[in-house]
């Protein structure tokens, strides 16, 4: 009997291994693919996108060798993910039809949308139980306590992290899903947090968002053109710290989950909204005149003292009252419904990178939990800082040089 | 009880079939990832169109597309025409499904089955010399057998013992005996949770055994051992009126008598490869479900009976297959019985005096978490456990 024929030019069907274009849909990548070759992670100066998934774990192991596969198994999914394949070599819908396939299958069809994925270590990490007691660098230690903090220790701290942003949710989610049922035995999910709308922008081709108060933020952020200013303020130089040569060409990830007390804010007249943010609602220009990017006058005299109040939102976070420090914030708005009483579960998801957070946060965030007129509408519900490993190089993995 | 029951393995037990699937190919998770290792395969009315009749060895994947208007199927058969490498079956007009395969080298036969029916239409294929190493398994039928005699021992053991302690139970019930009988419930229970995916396959018994006061539609009677349960501990219960002796007899007979025709009908099942594999991966999932989360013993707390019962039966049908599935996947073996000991572990550390756990009230969330991690550490190679044994 016939039949058996090659196919002319038969076409290869990819074993698979991409879900781009599946079912017959055309998607289209939005710029090059993130990786995590190179000296630095994606996800940091990359442009923010429009949507996050970010999730803090327990190592629940206590094998170092299972951390160590851990990691390299979620550098080879995340990989393929960011390049807009599968998490696994076959795929969604293809292996033993007796077997779970090794993806979860939401994101057949999907673009890349952008996505980037950005894995930090916790301080717990290096509590003994994977002999890193004398790898961690002293200011990787957990947050002090700040003013009026309300920290949840469910919403706090990890051993692990891993940020997932994407310009669509369920690519996010899709990633975090999926590393964390690869880390099932290994890692158990201690809180994530969704995110929309970025409220900063890292790269000077995007607008400055506007965060729930619906007010521009994060204009004087580092942005990715800055090559200087990144060197200065965000990457980890080798001899920063003598315990922490291998997080040279890395960064430090401070999150905060700061809810903001909606209702209130939005009984609040204009003429107070913009005395406590220090910036016009709707240029962002600084109270002081000129516009968004104008470099705020803190001098300039009015009737009744500065035209930006001292205490203003700006002026306590601005880089002149914080000896020059800057940081690359990299966060989003949150809504995680409502609460009891009807108000809105919501405010601001608090991501940013930096060199030293020493220096370049916990100086700042104690000035601003005393002093800014805005703390009166925001509470501290989350804390945790991470290192986040420099990029990978020839084969390796996220972490590698840790576990050298 | 869960309100999905897990319908393939219902549908063959009731029919009192076992159909040993064994195939003698060993298909694997990892596919080939260079395209020359999938093939693609047009299986319309008249033809079986394949887009190359070689592969090189290792895992191959045949893509068989129905193009036809007849259901199909797609094999890959030794050279002799009769031995089954891999198959893939039921694909309805115009669906996709994967074959894959780990083949050497070699030369094979192919058949698409359009209709279901005849020999199929068949051609050559070849297999050609490659460097990927390939795993032969070896003839399984002694080891499939074995598992099936062990399983079906297991379970016909445990419904004897669940109808003993049941009708101890019900006469502890029925005069009133409360202490007694709160004492008896959660052991003569355990016996039901260990077997429970196949109780629960018996979809006219589970219901009427097994249901909690939320399963119910409006309507619908109350019966069984949840029923008993609460009104023996209804201190949780809002305006709770406690049960006559008249309705206690009442759910005591219908239990008795269900359990009764549970043990009849356990006497004369068989069980494949695969059913025994997926029993222990449900087991597991009645643990995620209803267990760690403390919902099925609602009113007694017991629930860690529960667990360590459907823990004890899982255990078993994955003992049972172990020497099958170290001849196909040695570190998937290891993997599962290392992780059965640590979940093993965090249970013990609840354990109450000779045979009794730690009521599910007194567990704190930090020691419900670590259950839950430990459940989901061992769920995870088990999903795998059903495709290997097939292997």
């Not at chain 1, 292996?95 to 952008?114: F, K, N, S, V």
């Not at chain 1, 081709?205 to 942005?223: C, E, I, M, S």
């Not at chain 2, 030794?78 to 070699?106: C, F, H, Q, Y």
Request: net charge negative.
């Amino acid at each position: 009997m016939g039949g058996l024929g090659v196919l002319a030019g038969g076409t290869a069907l990819g074993v698979g291994a991409t879900r781009l274009g599946d079912d017959g849909t055309t998607a289209t990548a939005t710029g090059a693919p993130s990786s995590f070759a190179g000296a630095h992670q994606p996800g940091i100066v990359t442009p923010a996108q429009d949507r996050l998934h970010f999730a803090a774990f327990d190592v629940i192991t206590r094998s170092r060798d299972d951390l160590v596969d851990l990691l390299r198994r979620w550098t080879d999914a995340g990989e393929r993910m960011m390049r807009g394949e599968f998490a696994g070599p076959v795929g969604a819908t293809s292996g033993p039809y007796d077997a779970p396939p090794d993806d979860t299958g939401e994101a057949i069809g999907l673009p890349t949308a952008g996505l980037s994925l950005t894995i930090g270590v916790g301080p717990s990490l290096f509590d003994g139980r994977f002999g890193l007691a004398g790898r961690r660098p002293a200011v990787l230690e957990r947050l002090p306590h700040f003013p009026a903090d309300k920290l949840d220790p469910a919403r706090s701290d990890g051993d692990l992290c891993v940020q997932a942003c994407a310009d669509d949710p369920q690519v996010a989610v899709h990633a975090i899903r999926n590393l964390a049922r690869i880390g099932f035995g290994a890692v158990s999910v201690r809180w994530s947090q969704l995110g929309f709308g970025r409220t900063s922008s890292t790269s000077t081709a995007q607008q400055t968002p506007r965060n729930l108060f619906g007010f521009k933020d994060g204009t004087a952020n580092v942005k990715a053109e800055e090559a200087d200013a990144l060197d200065q303020h965000v990457w980890v130089a080798g001899d920063d710290d003598p315990r922490g040569a291998w997080l040279a060409g890395g960064s430090y990830l401070v999150a905060r989950r700061i809810n903001m007390n909606i209702e209130t804010w939005d009984r609040q007249s204009l003429r107070d909204q913009e005395t406590i943010i220090g910036r016009t609602k709707a240029e962002g220009a600084p109270m002081s005149g000129g516009g968004e990017f104008t470099e705020p006058d803190f001098a300039l005299p009015g009737r009744d003292g500065p035209l930006i109040d001292v205490a203003s939102h700006v002026r306590m976070a601005h880089p002149s009252t914080n000896d020059d420090h800057r940081i690359l914030r990299r966060g989003y708005n949150f809504v995680d419904g409502s609460t009891d009483l009807g108000r809105l579960d919501a405010g601001l998801f608090f991501l940013a990178y930096m060199r030293d957070p020493a220096r370049q946060y916990v100086p700042m965030q104690t000035k601003l939990a005393k002093q800014d007129l805005l703390s009166e509408y925001l509470q501290h519900t989350g804390s945790a800082l991470f290192a986040v490993p420099p990029g990978v190089s020839g084969g390796g993995f996220v972490g590698e040089s840790l576990f050298a | 009880m869960t309100p999905v029951t897990r319908r393939p393995l219902r549908a063959a037990l009731l029919l009192g079939v076992a159909p040993l699937a064994i195939l003698t190919g060993c298909s694997t998770n990892n596919a080939s990832s260079d395209d020359s290792r999938l093939v693609s395969v047009d299986s319309s009315a008249e033809a079986c169109t394949l887009s190359s009749a070689e592969a090189p060895a290792g895992n191959l994947t045949f893509r068989v597309k129905n193009t036809g208007s007849k259901v199909t199927e797609f094999y890959l058969l030794a050279s002799d025409g009769l031995r089954i490498i891999g198959e893939v079956e039921n694909i309805g007009p115009s669906l996709t499904r994967d074959l894959v395969v780990s083949a050497k080298d070699g030369g094979y036969i192919t058949a698409c089955k359009p209709g279901m029916k005849g020999t199929g239409i068949r051609a050559d294929f070849t297999v050609t010399p490659s460097d990927q190493d390939v795993t032969v398994a070896a003839d399984d039928a002694q080891l499939v057998a074995q598992a099936n005699r062990n399983y079906r021992a297991y379970v016909t053991d445990q419904s004897a013992q669940l109808l003993e302690k049941t009708q101890e139970f019900v006469k502890l019930y029925t005069a009133g005996e409360d202490d007694a009988a709160r004492e008896l419930y959660p052991r003569a229970r355990v016996h039901w949770e260990r077997i429970e995916t196949v109780a629960e396959s018996f979809g006219d018994l589970d219901p009427r055994m097994d249901a909690r006061e939320a399963d119910l539609e409006a309507g619908q009677k109350w019966t069984g051992w949840h029923a008993i349960e609460k009104d023996l501990w209804p201190q949780r219960a809002t305006g709770y009126t406690a049960l006559t002796t008249a309705q206690r007899t009442t759910l005591a007979n219908t239990l008795l008598a269900d359990t009764r025709t549970l043990d009849t009908r356990v006497q004369d099942l068989t069980y494949s490869a695969d059913q025994i594999a997926n029993g222990s991966r449900g087991l597991l999932e009645e643990v995620a479900t209803g267990k760690v989360t403390g919902e099925e013993e609602y009113w007694s707390r017991t629930d860690l009976w529960d667990f360590q019962a459907n823990v004890d039966g899982a255990k078993v049908a994955f003992d049972g297959l172990r020497d099958l599935v170290d001849s196909k996947d040695a570190d998937l073996g290891t993997t599962i019985q290392t992780r059965f000991e640590e979940l093993q572990a965090l249970l013990d550390a609840q354990r109450v005096g000779d045979d009794g756990f730690t009521t599910y009230d007194k567990l704190t969330p930090a020691q419900v978490k670590a259950l839950s991690d430990a459940v989901n550490a061992l769920s995870e190679p088990l999903s795998q456990l059903t495709a290997v044994v097939l292997s």
